[in-house]
């Protein structure tokens, strides 16, 4: 891997744990979501316009049952990535849902498609789980309300990267979407689907724009950003190298925590985000 390819993976990871914590801190819902969903279709909107318009052929009825597929799982993502971290510890949701992702997408694949994990993917599965019991402490957790919502929804988050993950990867490598194109059009239906709840209540999504217009417009520009990045760095690095330094986004979410949102970081959580890192890149680097 470039130094170059390495930067843009680093920064991406960042820009990723950026939005997140951005999220955590203003503790959004349903109207946060919208309104950021809209800053970043616009930001997207002249990428996507541009390949629209050297599309060859008109999109297939498959392309756009994938791509309302991906908006649904996504706009569902959204929203319970926010009750987790209005729920529970930053450093707690944050590394579970990334973690827990690629683990998902393995199991799905086991199950749906009749592949077996090699044995360095046997290894990630291992780390990821143990990540999970130091990160979640279940000896405390049974005693904790608050850690026992943040493992539900933290894990409810990964179900949700593993389903938009497999989709997503099936859409572009089969069908041969372009990623900006898809990732667009994915967001103006997103947007399509969220809208009409939000204006139901257009006062309280005006109240939620005069009150945190900061976050959303930071949000709504980091998170295409960090996903644009990374989508750069695949055309200089091979995915094997590009995921795994990727996943550096959850020891940066568990710092980021500790030292932004004064929250406990304990041996135990710390540990627990360096086997989920592990983890996710062995099962990239089995899949590479």
């Not at 710092?255 to 710390?270: I, N």
């Amino acid at each position: 891997m470039d130094l170059i390819a390495l930067a843009l993976v680093l920064t991406g990871a960042l820009c990723h744990a950026s939005w997140n914590l951005i999220s955590k801190r203003v503790g959004g819902g349903l109207y946060f979501v919208t309104l950021y969903g809209l800053v970043s279709s616009l930001l997207m909107l002249p990428f996507a316009l541009h390949a629209w318009s050297h599309l060859s052929a008109p999109l297939s009825s498959l392309a756009w049952a994938a791509i309302v597929g991906s908006a649904l799982i996504h706009a569902v993502y959204s929203l319970i990535l926010q009750k987790g971290y209005r729920a529970a510890d930053f450093s707690l949701v944050y590394p579970l849902a990334r973690g827990t992702g690629p683990l998902f997408a393995v199991f799905g694949a086991v199950l749906l498609l009749g592949e077996l994990p090699t044995t360095l993917g046997l290894i990630g599965i291992a780390a990821i789980l143990a990540g999970i019991l130091l990160i979640a402490g279940l000896a405390e957790a049974r005693r904790s309300t608050t850690l026992q919502a943040g493992i539900f929804w933290g894990s409810l988050t990964g179900l949700s990267i593993a389903a938009y993950t497999v989709l997503d990867g099936w859409a572009i490598k089969v069908l041969g979407l372009a990623p900006v194109l898809y990732y667009g059009l994915s967001l103006l239906v997103r947007n399509l689907m969220l809208l009409p709840q939000a204006l139901r209540r257009h006062d309280l999504l005006i109240a939620e724009w005069q009150a945190k217009w900061r976050a959303i417009v930071l949000v709504g520009l980091l998170s295409p950003l960090a996903y644009t990045l990374i989508l750069i760095a695949l055309t200089r690095a091979p995915l094997s190298y590009v995921a795994p330094l990727r996943e550096l986004s959850m020891l940066i979410g568990v710092y980021a925590g500790a030292r932004v949102l004064a929250e406990r970081l304990s041996l135990s959580r710390l540990l627990g985000t360096a086997c989920m890192l592990i983890g996710a890149a062995c099962l990239a680097l089995a899949k590479g």
